[in-house]
């Protein structure tokens, strides 16, 4: 049984008249339960204001990252409250320490509001305190998982530049060693100032060459064909592994004339030492350009995530929002190549700048993306279009994967909803995503059918921000 001697106890009832804590007691039921004892299960109604007279409680749920959902001490009032919207419980909740508890049905609120005035605005203060606690809580959780869902790609996005850099790094060392050995044979050897000129100029002719690739390459049966020549020649004039030589100099563009040339001007003795020279010089220089294009896609990677996070400017700008989607698009490459997924894009690049958080309208692009990629099969298409009309921008992301059910769709934007598997979806993306757009005062929606599920989201161009 409750006494109003034990609601006193609790900080948001000390101060209430005696008459109106005794009429509360009267409502009450005295709930006990012993450390770890399930005190609600996920899903359950919420149908019941709870006072910890005693003890704690933890609430706990599979579909956030850390499992824990919330925590409830000792005098504090928790549960359903007046004027809230929960309607069910979105985790497990345990009992922490021996609990006693005081829960009060939902039934009495309308006589409680009505005889307990003050009581009221203390719990409608408590619940507001309590929104923005857990907002405040599932933007962070919700930040998290994004930056879970790109770090996988972003790593493998950033690892293919750099280990291709090292192995580019590993053969010019390589092609340095040989090409160095291949001039002091040279050196060695009783040539003219025309014949090591000449040299020298078959060398250039094969780097510019290599350089200056024709816009239009050889396809792979002629390229085949073209190697297959070169190391007949070369076998027949005794020069030993033609096949490690033949594929660099189809590339600087010699054929057999030229092998001719060449040994008609440095004679047989030195022909094996300049066709090395040859091989090596476009080598090393094939490899310093795969170095140099592996390290200019580290580079955009990395202003992609500063774009992407908008690190060290304002939060919020002035900005175009198809900057954030290239940007978001750049770092979910590795997810788009996985899955063989077309990205079809229509921009209206006359859309003006827009006032916005970039960071946060950048989550909505991520989550948006995302859902669309887990939505696909193999080989799917991902279409953004962006069009704008006096007031508003608007952006649609639309994917042609299976679609969302009839009875799927009426939910998608609550919290913690999720059609996925345990610990594969956090259920607060799309709610995320709402909760951001109508920050920017905007809206976000959808329509589905198999095939083509669309989400829209539309900013009004000019808006003064929350």
């Avoid at 009267?26 to 996920?42: K, N, P």
């Avoid at 500063?306 to 954030?324: N, R, V």
Wanted: contains cysteine; proline residues 4%.
């Amino acid at each position: 049984m409750i006494e109003a001697s034990d609601l006193r106890k609790i900080e948001t009832f000390a101060d209430l008249p005696e008459d109106q804590l005794a009429w509360l007691a009267e409502q009450g039921e005295d709930r006990r339960a012993v450390d770890g004892e399930i005190m609600f299960r996920d899903g359950d109604a919420a149908d019941h204001m709870y006072v910890y007279l005693e003890g704690g409680l933890e609430g706990r749920s599979d579909r956030v990252s850390d499992g824990t959902l919330f925590q409830v001490h000792q005098g504090e009032v928790t549960g359903l409250l007046p004027f809230s919207r929960l309607q069910k419980f979105p985790g497990t909740g345990r009992a922490v320490g021996n609990v006693r508890v005081a829960v009060f049905h939902k039934r009495i609120f309308p006589e409680m509001m009505h005889r307990m005035p003050v009581l009221t605005e203390r719990l409608v203060s408590r619940m507001l305190d309590r929104t923005r606690e857990v907002t405040r809580i599932t933007e962070q959780r919700e930040k998290l998982a994004a930056l879970g869902k790109l770090s996988a790609g972003l790593a493998h996005e950033l690892n293919n530049p750099a280990a291709a850099a090292k192995r580019a790094a590993g053969a010019i060392w390589d092609a340095r060693k040989q090409l160095r050995m291949a001039f002091l044979r040279l050196d060695q050897r009783d040539l003219t100032r025309e014949q090591r000129t000449y040299i020298a100029e078959c060398e250039e002719l094969a780097l510019h060459a290599m350089l200056n690739p024709p816009a239009k390459p050889l396809a792979s049966v002629e390229r085949s064909d073209r190697e297959q020549g070169l190391e007949d020649w070369m076998e027949a004039h005794a020069i030993p592994e033609p096949w490690e030589i033949a594929p660099m100099l189809v590339e600087a563009g010699f054929d057999s004339t030229k092998l001719d040339e060449i040994l008609e001007t440095v004679g047989p003795g030195a022909l094996h030492d300049v066709l090395l020279r040859v091989n090596y010089s476009i080598l090393a220089a094939r490899m310093v350009k795969e170095v140099d294009q592996s390290v200019t896609r580290i580079f955009e990677l990395v202003q992609a995530i500063k774009q992407y996070t908008y690190m060290d400017q304002a939060s919020q700008q002035e900005l175009d929002i198809h900057d954030g989607i290239e940007s978001t698009l750049t770092i979910l490459a590795y997810k788009l190549r996985k899955k063989s997924i077309e990205v079809e894009r229509e921009y209206d690049r006359e859309i003006p700048k827009i006032c916005a958080y970039g960071v946060e309208l950048n989550q909505v692009w991520t989550n948006l993306i995302v859902n669309a990629i887990e939505a696909m099969t193999d080989g799917g298409r991902l279409r953004i279009s962006t069009s704008q009309d006096p007031q508003s921008v608007v952006v649609e992301i639309q994917d042609n994967g299976s679609g969302i059910s009839n009875e799927t769709l009426p939910h998608i934007f609550e919290p913690f909803f999720t059609t996925k598997g345990v610990g594969e979806g956090t259920g607060l993306g799309l709610d995320t995503s709402m909760r951001v757009v109508r920050k920017h005062r905007g809206d976000l929606s959808v329509r589905s059918a198999p095939g083509a599920t669309v989400f829209r989201v539309i900013l009004p161009k000019s808006v003064k921000l929350a």
